[in-house]
């Protein structure tokens, strides 16, 4: 196997890019965060699910229809998010 070979993050990517182009959302990012959810063994489909969650969550929040403080607890922080989507990475943030 590759070093950087596509574990399905480019699909998911993809699709939530196209169906959320609207959003400021980056497909890089997408892709950074999909990679990470699978290469910890988490399904496509619930990959996938999540991070439109995420966007909702973030983004379009109009569609969103959550509890902000468990999603936040489950999925990914707002703050690591809008990082990722906004830098590439969240590596390089200073957390307080």
Not at 15 to 30: P, V
Not at 80 to 95: C, N, Q, R, S, V
């Amino acid at each position: 196997m590759e070093k950087n070979s596509d574990v399905g993050e480019t699909l998911i990517a993809s699709a939530l890019f196209q169906k959320y182009s609207d959003c400021d959302i980056t497909e890089t990012g997408l892709r950074l965060l999909a990679r990470r959810a699978l290469c910890r063994g988490y399904p496509r489909q619930m990959v996938q699910h999540c991070l439109e969650i995420v966007i909702k969550k973030n983004c379009r929040r109009d569609l969103y229809n959550g509890d902000d403080t468990l999603d936040e607890r489950r999925f990914i922080l707002d703050a690591e998010f809008k990082a990722i989507m906004k830098y590439g990475k969240a590596d390089d943030i200073l957390w307080c």
